[in-house]
């Protein structure tokens, strides 16, 4: 038998796909472990929830909150949406499972990729369970891609989001804090030696969600070019929920269930294919520099598969027509840049600077930005003049030379790029009088060169 598609990776990107693809095609999804059984869990943008999607969400964020050592506090009620809807995953992702196997396709578990080989005609799918012949692969294997791999497709400008938690039980009340809540950063003192660590140093942030009246998703993430193994975030995490004063909420929290991941970050890559095969989920970046992984496949999942479905009828899976497929939904290219951006920000500012980010925040701020915008920008849902306002308060509470110094020189052309197309002239000017730059091509030796043209 030959598939239209062989899907490499049960988890939520391939699952959703296939769920779609599988309407008009013959599909099978080849899972390591067990399809639709996940360690992680997610909250989304309201925007993202459609009719189907929606009976497998509940509750949601109401109310965002940030805490640090130092004194840093923002509080602000959710105002894009009314609410950011948490993801049942337990039943999201079976009901896709269901959907693919009613649609007459094929859903293999303990089912290991091994190797592939591509020839005129189709993929040879090598697996643990055996060889399987398809018209074209799609890698949703996640972000340790064995496959991106093989073809040399390289991470090196990822940053990585790696993330420990556990959804607990608390017998004794939820000690204050309110369901909906989400402490989007809280810090503490003793966390690293050094109060101006940063998080690419090591410094992890904790966070929680309060689910209901009894039940919290309680974690620490760290942010590093380097991903950071369960095995060192475990016992980090268990100290701050059991012996951190100002975690005493949880301190008799009954864990009900680990949960872990790793995640990219720092950019979204639109354009991932190879001949008869194409990349999707975490095996292509599908995210925003901030996270937000599951909403974006909930937001493009649909067109996705229907641009394959076109494809595979029109018999067009060479990689220049594969590499068309992607048209992730945002408004603006600059979004991914100031995304990206805040990323790399909060990944490299010492415990001070991002005290002063946290404050921009509060109402008494002579840079006062509004929160909505924090929730615009993480969720690819800002205009280019909302963008300016952010950028430009941005640049009032941080001297140029600051921002500077704290970003890794690859950075700078992300940062000239920004500046040129959202500021004025006058702090272009700034920009490329700093760095001593004409334009992007006279950026430091092993920078990366974003094609801009300051001339």
């Not at 599909?27 to 925007?47: M, Q």
């Not at 923002?74 to 079976?94: G, S, T």
């Not at 294919?273 to 975490?282: L, M, N, S």
């Amino acid at each position: 038998m030959t598939y239209d598609a062989i899907i490499v990776g049960g988890g939520p990107a391939g699952l959703a796909i296939a769920s779609e693809l599988s309407r008009t095609n013959r599909v099978l999804v080849v899972e390591k472990g067990i399809a639709g059984d996940t360690k992680r869990s997610w909250f989304v943008p309201l925007n993202v929830v459609d009719n189907v999607v929606r009976p497998y969400t509940y509750g949601g964020v109401t109310r965002f909150l940030a805490n640090t050592y130092s004194g840093a506090k923002a509080q602000w009620q959710a105002r894009q949406f009314e609410r950011y809807p948490y993801v049942d995953e337990k039943r999201l992702l079976p009901f896709w499972v269901d959907t693919i196997r009613h649609n007459g396709s094929d859903v293999v578990d303990r089912c290991a990729y091994l190797a592939h080989e591509v020839d005129a005609a189709g993929v040879t799918v090598k697996t643990a369970g055996g060889e399987f012949r398809g018209r074209m692969l799609i890698d949703c294997s996640g972000y340790d891609s064995v496959i991106a791999k093989q073809y040399g497709i390289s991470r090196e400008d990822y940053y990585w989001w790696s993330v420990f938690g556990a959804v607990g039980e608390h017998p004794d009340g939820l000690g204050g804090m309110e369901v909906g809540d989400y402490m989007m950063w809280q810090t503490f003192a003793d966390t690293n030696a050094d109060k101006n660590a940063s998080l690419r140093e090591g410094r992890p942030v904790f966070e929680y969600e309060i689910l209901d009246e009894r039940t919290s998703f309680s974690l620490i993430l760290y942010l590093r070019k380097v991903i950071v193994p369960r095995e060192e975030m475990e016992p980090v995490f268990n100290r701050i929920i059991r012996e951190e004063a100002s975690t005493a909420a949880f301190h008799g929290m009954n864990v009900k269930e680990l949960k872990y991941g790793w995640y990219p970050s720092g950019a979204v890559s639109q354009e991932l294919a190879r001949e008869r095969v194409i990349f999707a989920g975490d095996a292509a970046c599908w995210t925003t520099p901030c996270g937000w992984g599951m909403s974006f496949i909930l937001n493009n999942y649909r067109e996705f598969a229907g641009k394959l479905g076109d494809a595979l009828m029109e018999d067009r899976l060479d990689q220049e027509s594969l590499e068309e497929i992607p048209s992730f939904s945002f408004r603006e290219r600059g979004e991914i840049v100031l995304n990206a951006l805040m990323t790399h920000f909060l990944s490299n500012a010492p415990a001070p600077m991002l005290d002063r980010f946290i404050d921009l925040f509060n109402a008494g701020n002579p840079n006062h930005v509004d929160p909505i915008y924090c929730e615009k920008v993480f969720t690819l849902d800002i205009s280019v003049d909302e963008t300016r306002i952010v950028l430009e308060a941005m640049l009032k509470e941080f001297e140029l030379k600051e921002l500077a110094a704290i970003l890794p020189a690859e950075d700078y052309p992300l940062l000239l790029e920004e500046a040129a197309h959202f500021v004025a002239g006058s702090v272009i000017d700034e920009v490329r009088d700093f760095f001593g730059l004409k334009d992007a091509a006279d950026a430091p030796s092993g920078t990366r060169n974003p094609g801009f043209d300051f001339t």
